[in-house]
T-cell receptor, first 113, second 111 residues
Framework: DTGVSQNPRHKITKRGQNVTFRCDPI?????LYWYRQTLGQGPEFLTY????????KSRLLSDRFSAERPKGSFSTLEIQRTEQGDSAMYLC???????????FGQGTRLTVV | GEDVEQSLFLSVREGDSSVINCTYT??????LYWYKQEPGAGLQLLTY?????DMKQDQRLTVLLNKKDKHLSLRIADTQTGDSAIYFC???????????FGSGTQLTVLP
């Protein structure tokens, strides 16, 4: 399967714990995006990378959220000191330059209890 | 500002055509997209249209773009039960690279 891969698919964590999600984009895609989706809403943009550079991060929801793409391939999204309001689906997408086509992974569903 | 609006629900009979509508606010959007999301799944890119086009057809899907009214529609011909899903309209506003999504339209196909 050469699509966008996200791990884990589901994560249940206790409030206050840190969580990290991984995204492996389509191999030749240089752009990688993170979105958050809550029930009944469309995905909400968080941040994006072009190669290893994080070009937009002002939409990250708080300073508890951070993302990396150290070698321009896979990316991680970390949430520190999770809160119940962080419960959502976290989606990753990738695209090739200005192609206009962004492909999404299956998402990681986070539940904070 | 960035805002994409869609009606929340649409029901059609199997075999009929479905038309899902969307309005957006950023006239500088370069691309406009339609994505499909089935329960528990990620988003599947159905089709997209470049802003200098009025129409795009791809098999059962027809996209119409009215730039003057900032209105986008997706027509699905011969709608099937497998088309039941949430459909999201999205744009790339201005020079942004990320997508701005609407809240989605739940399409229910009745037998």
């Amino acid at each position: 399967d050469t699509g966008v891969s996200q791990n884990p698919r589901h994560k249940i964590t206790k409030r206050g714990q840190n969580v990290t999600f991984r995204c492996d984009p389509i191999s030749e895609h240089n752009r990688l995006y993170w979105y958050r989706q809550t029930l009944g809403q469309g995905p909400e943009f968080l941040t994006y990378f072009q190669n290893e550079a994080q070009l937009e991060k002002s939409r990250l929801l708080s300073d508890r959220f951070s993302a990396e793409r150290p070698k321009g391939s896979f990316s991680t999204l970390e949430i520190q000191r999770t809160e119940q309001g962080d419960s959502a689906m976290y989606l990753c997408a990738s695209s090739l330059g200005g192609s206009g086509e962004a492909f999404f992974g299956q998402g990681t569903r986070l539940t904070v209890v | 500002g960035e805002d994409v609006e869609q009606s929340l629900f649409l029901s059609v009979r199997e075999g009929d055509s479905s038309v899902i509508n969307c309005t957006y606010t950023d006239s500088s959007s370069t691309y406009l997209y339609w994505y499909k999301q089935e329960p528990g799944a990620g988003l599947q890119l159905l089709t997209y249209i470049f802003s200098n086009m009025d129409m795009k057809q791809d098999q059962r899907l027809t996209v119409l773009l009215n730039k003057k009214d900032k209105h986008l529609s997706l027509r699905i011909a011969d709608t099937q039960t497998g088309d039941s899903a949430i459909y999201f309209c999205a744009e790339t506003p201005g020079s942004a690279r990320q997508l701005t999504f609407g809240s989605g339209t739940q399409l229910t196909v009745l037998p």
